[in-house]
């Protein structure tokens, strides 16, 4: 599944700027810079996901067939997801881009990078891969699904 566009996000990032109150000349550009840099945190995120072996199965020898029986545990930023470090480029490239610029811009894009990066951080210590994914020859043969 790929990560949402940030022609997909824009709407979400608009809304959430309406409902917090924060309106203006520059507000348009903001939920679409938000959105745009959002929808990269994501892209990298589904790049670098990873799941972290050991996930207990049942797959007796010879065939070595079965299925896992218990959850597994995704891989947290730096090795699974981007960190701020990161998202801040990419966040300011995105203000600057939607013509956000001045003394607080930095500061803006360094806020949203670290909003993202812990959002994913907080994601894959919290979700879990559900158990039940096919095993055939000791290797997985179908996509698990997260709980």
Known sequence: MPAPTAQQLEGIASGALQSAGIRGEDAPGLAKALAQTTAQALTLFLNQAMVLPGIPAVAPPPPGSGSTVGPGMLMPPPVGGPVAAQLEGLALADLN???????????????????????????????????????????????????
């Open 97 to 147: 881009g939607q013509g956000i610029r001045g003394e607080n811009a930095v500061d803006l894009a360094k806020v949203i990078a670290a909003s993202l990066a812990q959002a994913i951080l907080m994601f894959t210590a919290q979700v879990q891969v559900a158990p039940g994914i096919s095993i055939a020859g000791f290797s997985t043969t179908s996509p698990g699904s997260l709980l």
